[in-house]
């Protein structure tokens, strides 16, 4: 009888219910040197054994995969998401919309609100200026 007794109440060998804990504490979006704490394993364990069972590796790429996601969306969807993380969910993008019209507006302060409008009212202005501005010096210079 050598029923193995060390290490009782933390797994000295990665079994299947500690894959499973470790695949779902991953899954959850904990890295892995965590996830491997969380189920009392030391972080090279369960990665020896994706390397061994070819099984288990896709499993933990996917965990992986999933987790990185689960703590992306932990992000909150903002401006910052927009930019950084490039999400374009209606959230995001209004977010980012918004700030860059905040900041527009802190610049030129003459402008009336109305962010709706701004995109649209602009190129024109833009046009009527151009136009008068070439029209006067087209003058000038014909009357110089
Ligand atoms: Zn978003």
Redesign the pocket.
Known sequence: MTAPRRGRGRPTVFDTPAQAAYLQAVLSGMRLGDAAAHIGVNRVVPARYARADREFGALLDEAKAVGAKVRVEGVP?DEY??NVLK?R?E??TRAARVGRAGRRTDTTADEPPGTETAGAVHPIRAEAAGVGESSTSFLLARAS
């Open positions: 969807h998401r927009y999400c969910c959230v995001c």
